[in-house]
């Protein structure tokens, strides 16, 4: 298994073997690929009582989705925590994976990308859902479209295909 590099994912688009819709060329850095920020945000309800934890927990019962507009932020107060999306949507073949990694220009104001589930199944065709916080003491504004963070990707031994309960999501 190993990582691949901006030479090698390239190829592997052009041959149609990993998908990004939309996509460009200059997305492609050294050993990953930027990743923008979409329009749909995820946030949380403000209830009184206790949700239980459980394997059939359904994260919808207590959130909301927000919609941005084009050029209009979305406010995250500090200890916040919402889901975003990625603009793009990304399909792997059945022997790549992918690691969500966070940016370090936004690491250093505090506001992190993704908190858990970072890793993207082999066979994915989806858009890659954030779980972004403000870790910082002040508010932060984070804008539909800005490059929010790279997938990394790499080699898996053998071969398989995501069929679970996200396959082909497309909203947070």
Same mark, same amino acid.
């Given at each position: 298994m190993a990582i691949l590099a901006r030479d090698e994912i390239l190829e592997l688009i052009r041959q149609g073997k990993i998908k990004i819709?939309?996509?460009?060329?200059?997305?492609v850095g050294a050993g990953s690929i930027d990743m923008h920020l979409d329009n749909t945000f995820r946030v949380f309800r403000k209830i009184h009582g206790t949700f239980h934890v459980k394997d059939n927990?359904?994260?919808?019962?207590?959130?909301?989705?927000?919609?941005?507009?084009?050029?209009?932020?979305?406010?995250?107060? #500090?200890?916040?925590?919402?889901? &975003?999306?990625?603009?793009?949507? *990304?399909?792997?073949?059945?022997?790549?994976?992918?690691?969500?990694?966070g940016r370090s220009r936004f690491a250093r104001i505090g506001l992190l990308t993704h908190l858990s589930s970072g890793y993207i199944h082999p066979g994915t065709n989806n858009k890659t859902v954030l779980e972004i916080a403000n870790l910082s003491?002040? #508010?932060?504004?984070?804008?539909? &479209?800005?490059?929010?963070?790279? *997938?990394v990707l790499e080699e898996v031994k053998g071969n398989a295909k995501y069929r679970g309960k996200f396959h082909k999501q497309t909203r947070p």
């Amino acid at each position: 298994m190993a990582i691949l590099a901006r030479d090698e994912i390239l190829e592997l688009i052009r041959q149609g073997k990993i998908k990004i819709n939309p996509f460009k060329d200059s997305q492609v850095g050294a050993g990953s690929i930027d990743m923008h920020l979409d329009n749909t945000f995820r946030v949380f309800r403000k209830i009184h009582g206790t949700f239980h934890v459980k394997d059939n927990a359904d994260h919808k019962k207590i959130t909301k989705v927000v919609e941005v507009k084009n050029g209009k932020y979305f406010l995250i107060m #500090p200890g916040e925590m919402v889901h &975003g999306v990625t603009r793009e949507t *990304i399909s792997l073949p059945s022997n790549i994976a992918g690691w969500i990694e966070g940016r370090s220009r936004f690491a250093r104001i505090g506001l992190l990308t993704h908190l858990s589930s970072g890793y993207i199944h082999p066979g994915t065709n989806n858009k890659t859902v954030l779980e972004i916080a403000n870790l910082s003491p002040i #508010p932060l504004a984070v804008y539909p &479209g800005t490059k929010i963070c790279q *997938i990394v990707l790499e080699e898996v031994k053998g071969n398989a295909k995501y069929r679970g309960k996200f396959h082909k999501q497309t909203r947070p």
